[in-house]
């Protein structure tokens, strides 16, 4: 039986094209595996730019602590493919891994198929196979083509925000950004939506009301802040008073404040307080704002280092903002310089990722990353020079954490994209 790293690069060679946004394909192959999507248990169907995976990370948590069995489907990966598949609170494994792929690929009979769709097909075979309670399913990257909008009545829709990102599959502007994600929502389902730029929301909401979706709109029906050490979220039917998310950030206050409104007003699940505040606390969504142990960090480096190393895998200019205004707050806290260690895919707005950070930042290590299509280290390192940044030059991670000069510690952010986020995690010593 061949293994799962070899089945996956058999689904790379289907597809000419990474993406090709269509549904004909998916249906075709769910069709031909018995359709698996009508076998699933009760869905939260998760779209949005920023915050995706970390909302549905706050769900999970907080399902899981109410005794609820969940399946979980997210993407990327950061350092194996079984991390995008939760099979009732495990990742799935390497057996019922191949079991799925093999079976996709045989129902598909060497047909076009993008990476995306016929994987995702087989994650919703494998959620099919498997007893659970909900199934939360997040999105790729749009929302009406997505290879995941195959739910004809999913429970649940949840809208994180939205930005920039994808432009040129999704549209320029925000408004057609907006009404590719609301390509989610269904008649008489209902549908929460996270704080967005009023462009957004206006789509969003005008797209809801199209289709017959009871909205529940941030700032409208509910609404969530940071008050006196406590999460508030107010909301139609009272007032929720809890501790903070265990994810740092201003931005995870929203997530976490989305992922309740969603389950408790608008999903109808029932839960306790304590199932909830213990959700809150126990979510872990590795590199978003992952502050990495110092074993963590000698294992990259190969040696010890001084410095606070932080990691985050966000790659547009609103996750540019969100890092920015936490650096910002742990330099309120304990002064250090900051230095970045970045690299990106070649089709992210590098500049405006990097502009609202090198403010803040003393100065910049730009990478590429192998077998990804990143812009070159020469670009990058002209962008942080246009934007005042000191740059170092180094050709691999571990030569970019000791290019740092270690007379002073210094806060250091690895930041910009997924691929190099999980190059560092890769590292990680075994326990």
Not at 16 to 31: A, F, G, K, N, Q
Request: hydrophobic share 45%; glycine share 10%; net charge negative.
């Amino acid at each position: 039986m061949a293994g799962s790293t070899e089945l996956l690069k058999r689904f790379e060679a289907l597809h000419p094209s990474e993406i090709d946004l269509s549904l004909e394909r998916m249906m075709r192959v769910l069709t031909d595996l018995g359709s698996p999507q009508s076998r699933l248990p009760p869905t939260v169907h998760i779209a949005g730019t920023n915050g995706k995976g970390s909302t549905l990370a706050f769900m999970r948590a907080i399902l899981e602590a109410s005794g609820r069995r969940v399946h979980a489907y997210t993407s990327p990966h950061l350092v194996r493919f079984h991390e995008r598949i939760r099979l009732a609170g495990d990742l799935i494994g390497e057996e019922a891994l191949c079991a799925v792929l093999e079976a996709t690929l045989e129902a598909n009979d060497n047909a076009p198929l993008t990476f995306f769709e016929g994987t995702t097909a087989a994650a919703l075979l494998a959620f099919s196979r498997h007893p659970a309670d909900v199934l939360l399913l997040e999105t790729g990257l749009g929302g009406r083509f997505d290879s995941t909008n195959v739910i004809d009545r999913p429970r649940l829709t949840v809208i994180t925000p939205i930005s920039f990102d994808h432009q040129e599959f999704l549209g320029e502007t925000l408004s057609s950004i907006a009404g590719e994600k609301a390509g989610i929502f269904k008649r008489g389902v209902p549908a929460v939506i996270a704080p967005q730029p009023d462009e957004a929301m206006t789509v969003l909401e005008r797209q809801a009301r199209k289709v017959g979706a009871p909205v529940f709109l941030h700032g409208q029906h509910w609404q969530a802040r940071a008050e006196h050490g406590r999460l508030v979220i107010e909301h139609e039917e009272g007032l929720e008073d809890l501790p903070l998310p265990r994810l740092p950030g201003a931005h995870q206050v929203i997530n976490a404040g989305t992922a309740v409104a969603a389950l408790v007003l608008a999903g109808g699940f029932s839960l306790e307080p304590q199932a909830i505040a213990s959700g809150l606390r126990g979510a872990q969504w590795p590199a978003r704002l992952q502050c990495l142990p110092s074993g963590l960090v000698r294992a990259i480096a190969g040696r010890e280092l001084p410095h606070e190393v932080w990691l985050d895998g966000g790659h547009n200019p609103s996750a540019g903002e969100a890092l920015a205004t936490m650096m910002q707050s742990l330099t309120e806290k304990d002064p250090r310089p900051l230095w970045l260690i970045t690299a990106m895919l070649r089709n992210k707005d590098a500049a405006g990722f990097l502009s609202p950070l090198s403010g803040l930042a003393e100065g910049l290590v730009p990478l590429s990353i192998e077998g990804a299509q990143t812009h070159d280290p020469d670009q990058l390192a002209g962008i942080g020079r246009s934007q005042g940044l000191n740059v170092l030059r180094a050709s691999t991670l571990a030569s970019a954490l000791a290019s740092i000069p270690v007379e002073h510690p210094s806060r250091i952010l690895i930041c910009g994209s997924l691929y190099l986020a999980g190059e560092a995690l890769a590292s990680q010593p075994p326990t």
